[in-house]
């Protein structure tokens, strides 16, 4: 399927656990891996010099003085260029910049302030001049950003790049379709990121749900859970949005392990162990785990599979997950891979979405799993 004019094709590949996309930046095309997050609606990178950024593991950190393409926006001349209707952007009229700061859950955070730049897609070699944030401040608490990356690359479903959310990829490159495969990340493959164009058939859908209160992200329409031939015994309104358009279920790139509320959790989980035969959980998992098993030397160990239906319990809208997609092998553990939190939300992480072939299409509100696509 192409939708207009194709417009960027880069390449994808996991770095140290995360999806990356590859790009060159600016007029010495340096190249810079962003992290694949459709949770969010900004593209920043590191931007040197800079006062407190993190150390890249494989690409020095972008600096915006040695670059002829580069240009650091007025937003006191060009309202357009800093939307302040979103709480995180603001012009500071004195320095006649606009300031970002995005905090993430994880409680990390970027500042720093939009410019523009010329980007160059690694496979087609197309070249687009976007806003995006020069990075000054990465920061955090236990948690910091992977070096295996520069900066993200937001992939928000808004497209209209005069409302807020208009700073993602998408909207700036004005795509209603675009499409990417998350390689196993074990596999040493790499795959594709493209807009316009759909690179896959789409054997199984979801829909788009559109949320007024949250309009960026992209939700859809999980019905159902089965583990093995057991279903998750919770009605289909546990994932529809209540009065105040909370709950729901986000995919979302940026985080690897999907989180459920506590207490579906629970019950979720509770089923897992209870399908798990011949392997005795240990009694102090790894990290921040609760359901771990210990590895057996020689062994090879089969996990339940999980189902994910969406919209019906048909075969045409279940996504199967199974093995690395279900459990990690962390060190000697074989650990669950979902949790639990604390909020109505669910987010539909990286982890379970390995080797599957995605394609958002925002204007028919529609997205596609093809399993196996990259690997």
Same mark, same amino acid.
């Given at each position: 399927?192409?939708?207009g004019r194709a417009i960027g094709l880069t390449t994808t590949h996991s770095a140290e656990g995360e999806l990356v996309a590859s ?14 997050? /459709? ?9 040197? *010099? ?27 001349? #060009? ?5 302040? %209707?979103?709480? !995180?952007?603001?012009?500071? %009229? ?10 993430? @859950? ?20 197309? $070249?687009? =001049? ?17 070096? @295996? ?26 795509? /209603? ?26 054997? =199984?859908?979801?829909k788009l749900i559109p949320n007024y209160r949250l309009p960026q992200l992209h939700f859809v329409d999980l019905y159902t859970i089965?583990?093995d031939d057991k279903e998750v015994p919770v009605k289909p309104s546990w994932w529809q949005f209540g009065k105040n358009f909370n709950?729901?279920?986000?995919? +979302? ?7 459920? *509320?506590? &207490? ?5 989980? #509770? ?6 035969? &011949? ?8 990290? +921040?785990?609760? /359901?771990?098993?210990?590895?057996? +030397? ?13 919209? $019906? ?8 997950? !199974? ?31 390995? @080797?599957?072939?995605? /394609?958002? +299409? ?9 399993? &196996?696509?990259?690997?």
């Amino acid at each position: 399927m192409v939708r207009g004019r194709a417009i960027g094709l880069t390449t994808t590949h996991s770095a140290e656990g995360e999806l990356v996309a590859s790009f060159l930046i600016g007029s010495e095309f340096s190249r810079t891996y962003l992290l694949v997050d /459709t949770g969010t609606d900004l593209v920043w990178w590191q931007c040197g *010099p800079c006062g407190q950024c993190y150390k890249q593991i494989y690409h020095p950190i972008y600096n915006s003085t040695a670059s002829k393409t580069f240009q650091k926006i007025d937003c006191t001349k #060009d309202n357009s260029s800093c939307i302040t %209707e979103d709480p !995180a952007f603001k012009c500071i %009229e004195k320095m006649r910049y606009c300031r970002y700061d995005i905090p993430y @859950a994880s409680g990390i955070q970027s500042v720093g302030f939009m410019a523009s730049e010329v980007i160059t897609f690694t496979s087609d070699h197309k $070249s687009q =001049r976007i806003m995006f944030g020069c990075g000054k401040n990465q920061n955090g608490g236990k948690v910091m950003f992977s070096g @295996a990356y520069s900066g993200i690359v937001g992939l928000s479903r808004r497209v209209n790049p005069n409302d807020p959310g208009g700073y993602s990829l998408p909207s700036q490159l004005n795509a /209603t379709l675009f499409a990417f495969c998350l390689p196993s990340f074990d596999s040493g493959e790499s795959s594709i990121l493209s807009f316009n164009k759909a690179p896959w058939p789409g054997a =199984r859908m979801a829909k788009l749900i559109p949320n007024y209160r949250l309009p960026q992200l992209h939700f859809v329409d999980l019905y159902t859970i089965f583990i093995d031939d057991k279903e998750v015994p919770v009605k289909p309104s546990w994932w529809q949005f209540g009065k105040n358009f909370n709950g729901g279920v986000i995919v +979302d790139t940026g985080t690897i392990i999907t989180h459920f *509320p506590q &207490d579906f959790y629970i019950l979720f989980r #509770d089923i897992f162990r209870s399908e798990v035969e &011949d392997l005795q959980m240990v009694d102090n998992p790894i990290e +921040d785990f609760d /359901t771990c098993y210990q590895d057996i +030397d020689g062994s090879e160990v089969y996990f339940p599979v999980v189902k994910l239906y969406f919209g $019906s319990k048909s075969p045409g809208s279940m996504l199967f997950l !199974a093995q690395e997609r279900v459990v990690l092998l962390i060190g000697d553990q074989y650990c669950l891979a979902f949790k639990g939190w604390d909020k109505e939300l669910t987010l539909l992480g990286s982890n379970q979405l390995q @080797a599957v072939g995605l /394609t958002f +299409d925002t204007s028919e509100n529609t997205l596609t799993f093809d399993l &196996d696509a990259c690997d």
